[in-house]
């Protein structure tokens, strides 16, 4: 008898997609820097389109992990409590309608997550924190915008610094790290961190960087763009390899191989 068992599929992350308008028709669209990260890490990127809340779960039930991606829009500020601060930047609140209630529902399921930039704001609002919706008009915060005329390469090139909490998620899975260097191309910032999260990395102003959410092997929100050339980067490696271990894991544990 052949004992020979095929290897199993890749865990498969879901990468919800944003909304835009090109030309007169919508579409959903997914930055290809964000599904080349999930195959780096050794997971199968599904992108979605929005979704009704009742087909949440069920879309859930196929994943092993998520994938919350940056994005040009921003959280409405309604989803915080707050008014629109500056009309002239884009909005999707299409997305904000079903990711909002994706994430409470991942976290419960203790499924891996990777949010990033806007994904890590989603989160935060999602879970009941607020955000500055225009952190270099808050005193004793840096501007932590990248100049929109600076070529690709320039505006996710290293910007600052953070600081790494010792004992964390972040620092644990860089070796005990201390610092690392990052890019910065947001507007936003948390404001008020949502109750639970744990803080994984602060810039030199005091702005989080970065946060865990639970006790789950691996549920991290960060406010860079670790995806950016990520294959030529360690730090974002090191990331993306613990998040598709976890995704791994997770694959395992809920869905062992039939016999």
Known sequence: MNSFLPSRRPPVVLVPACNRMLGQHPFHVAGQKYVDAVRLAGALP???????????????DLADGVLLTGSPSNVHPSRFGEAVHDPSLPLDPVRDDWTLALIPRLVERGMPLLAICRGFQEVNVA????LHQAVQEVPGLADHRARGEDPAEVQYGPAHPVHLVPGGLIAATLGGADDITVNSVHGQGVNRLAAGLRVEARAPDGLVEAFSIGPAAFQLAVQW???WQAAANPVSMALLRAFGAACQDYRDLHRPPSR
């Open 127 to 130: 879970l009941g924190g607020s």
């Open 225 to 227: 763009h670790p995806e």
């Open 46 to 60: 599904l992108v979605v389109p929005s979704v009704s809340p009742d087909e949440i779960d069920t879309l859930l």
